[in-house]
């Protein structure tokens, strides 16, 4: 049932996370849909809140593993005590919701941002780019394409985050396609653009 053809998603999957893209097919849908991938730092916010804050989870600093859908440390990795043994309905966890409201920012699909991650940075440029908030310029670094690894954030249903909150933090390789990532879309604030 992970792969199909046409444009009907087998029976009793409608709701859940679209997986199996690989991140040049989630930056193609979003431009499609007239979105974009979020940046790290937009997918950090939304999932933590303001900086500050300190938030390791979502919904506070402790782990409770009945707020998100996730694997478990010990092979196979795969864990239904949460319901689900692959991934679950958008939104079936509310308790899990950060800050914002956002829900599944910890859990069930690992999330592609719209950031390269490189182990180098001999090919990154960097140019001053002034704001009304820094004047006097501040560094756009660049990363140029076609990089090797996407940021990903988040976790999965298959991965455990009990351990180490910051885990929810990875690459994967940008034309991969895995039963365990998927992404979310991002847009401009049309009335904060407007006032700028």
Not at 10 to 19: K, L, N, Q, R
């Amino acid at each position: 049932g992970w792969n199909w053809t046409g444009s009907t998603p087998p029976p009793d999957t409608t709701d859940h996370p679209v997986v199996l893209v690989s991140w040049y097919d989630a930056r193609e849908y979003c431009a499609w849909a007239g979105k974009r991938l979020p940046s790290e730092a937009e997918w950090q916010l939304a999932a933590l809140g303001p900086w500050g804050q300190s938030l390791d989870y979502p919904w506070g600093n402790t782990y409770d593993n009945a707020r998100l859908n996730h694997g478990q440390m010990a092979p196979p990795n795969f864990d239904d005590s949460d319901g689900y043994l692959t991934p679950s309905p958008v939104g079936r966890f509310p308790s899990g919701a950060s800050p914002f409201g956002a829900l599944d920012m910890f859990g069930n699909a690992w999330e592609y941002t719209a950031d390269l991650r490189v182990d180098t940075w001999s090919l990154m440029t960097a140019i001053e780019a002034s704001t009304r908030a820094h004047p006097d310029g501040k560094r756009a670094v660049r990363v140029p394409e076609p990089g090797l690894y996407a940021a990903v954030r988040g976790g999965s249903y298959f991965f455990d985050l009990r351990p180490n909150p910051g885990g929810e933090r990875n690459r994967f390789l940008t034309e991969i396609r895995r039963k365990t990532s998927g992404f979310r879309c991002a847009r401009n604030n049309k009335s904060a653009a407007a006032t700028e």
